[in-house]
């Protein structure tokens, strides 16, 4: 079978600055992919490109069908949908505000409107209890759960995930990651993002190694047994 999400040769621009280069990378259908590096190695800027919010060349294909470039609109009704780096929450907006934003390519279904939100307040039962609060107000953790939860009411097809653990305490780290592999073992696809490797490589079957700006390495997470041969994927 061909893969879910198929990215051949692509490269991203800021302005005149090439910060992503000929990456080729795939996510097969309910795989956890961890994509790993340091600050600066190009991670974030590969999962807005995948979304088309920079200038890019190269193809990204879902399901076999290209995903149009420069279109945040039709790769989100593609099923990419991307929780971002920070969180990106509106916080003056309540919590059920949030939640119905990510929901806005349902155009007044609310049945399925329903569904969907009936499953996100089940993964994160916390967010049931401040619907009505200032999402500005929720801790960190709670803020990451509802930039995921917001993520969820747009169904998507693969979830990506931009740091998720950033400026979060260790126990709160371990119940995000739970529950990513719990939509993860759901039969939900995943591309997770994190500097903190060894957190990615408990839940990923694949992860690719990124270095200024291109693919490092790829690597079966069950190989690497401490940060120190970790490293050796980097150096070569």
Same mark, same amino acid.
């Given at each position: 079978?061909?893969?879910?999400? *198929?990215?051949?040769?692509?490269?991203?621009?800021?302005? $005149?600055?090439?910060?992503?280069?000929?990456?080729? #990378? $795939?996510?097969?259908?309910?795989?956890?992919? %961890?994509?790993?590096?340091?600050?600066?190695?190009?991670?974030?800027?590969?999962?807005?490109?995948?979304? &088309?919010?920079?200038?890019?060349?190269?193809?990204?294909?879902?399901?076999?069908?290209?995903?149009?470039?420069?279109?945040?609109?039709?790769?989100?009704?593609?099923?990419?949908?991307?929780?971002?780096?920070?969180? &990106?929450?509106?916080?003056?907006?309540?919590?059920? *505000?949030?939640?119905?934003?990510? %929901?806005?390519?349902?155009?007044?279904?609310? %049945?399925?409107?329903?569904?969907?939100?009936?499953?996100?307040?089940?993964?994160?039962?916390?967010? !049931?209890?401040?619907?009505?609060?200032?999402?500005?107000?929720?801790?960190? &953790?709670?803020?990451?759960?509802?930039?995921?939860?917001?993520?969820?009411?747009?169904?998507?097809?693969?979830?990506?995930?931009?740091?998720?653990?950033?400026?979060?305490?260790?126990?709160?780290? *371990?119940?995000?990651?739970? !529950?990513?592999?719990?939509?993860?073992?759901?039969?939900?696809?995943?591309?997770?993002?994190?500097?903190?490797?060894?957190?990615?490589?408990?839940?990923?079957?694949?992860?690719?190694? #990124?270095?200024?700006?291109?693919?490092?390495?790829?690597?079966?997470?069950?190989?690497?047994?401490?940060?120190?041969?970790? %490293?050796?994927?980097?150096?070569?």
């Amino acid at each position: 079978m061909a893969p879910m999400l *198929e990215v051949e040769g692509l490269s991203a621009w800021y302005g $005149h600055v090439e910060a992503l280069r000929l990456v080729d #990378m $795939h996510v097969d259908d309910g795989e956890l992919v %961890a994509v790993l590096g340091p600050n600066g190695a190009g991670k974030s800027t590969l999962m807005r490109a995948l979304l &088309g919010l920079v200038p890019t060349q190269g193809r990204v294909r879902f399901r076999g069908a290209d995903v149009p470039r420069r279109n945040p609109v039709a790769a989100a009704a593609c099923g990419l949908v991307l929780v971002p780096e920070g969180r &990106g929450i509106f916080g003056p907006m309540t919590v059920a *505000e949030n939640l119905e934003l990510g %929901a806005y390519l349902l155009k007044g279904n609310r %049945a399925e409107f329903a569904r969907r939100h009936d499953r996100v307040l089940a993964l994160f039962p916390r967010l !049931k209890e401040r619907l009505p609060q200032a999402s500005g107000s929720l801790s960190g &953790g709670e803020q990451q759960m509802l930039a995921i939860g917001r993520a969820l009411m747009a169904d998507p097809k693969i979830l990506l995930l931009d740091e998720p653990s950033l400026g979060l305490a260790p126990r709160v780290i *371990e119940e995000i990651l739970e !529950k990513l592999g719990e939509l993860n073992r759901n039969g939900l696809p995943i591309v997770l993002v994190e500097q903190k490797a060894p957190l990615a490589l408990r839940l990923a079957r694949r992860a690719y190694l #990124m270095s200024v700006g291109s693919i490092a390495a790829e690597i079966d997470p069950r190989t690497v047994k401490s940060h120190d041969e970790l %490293a050796n994927f980097y150096l070569g």
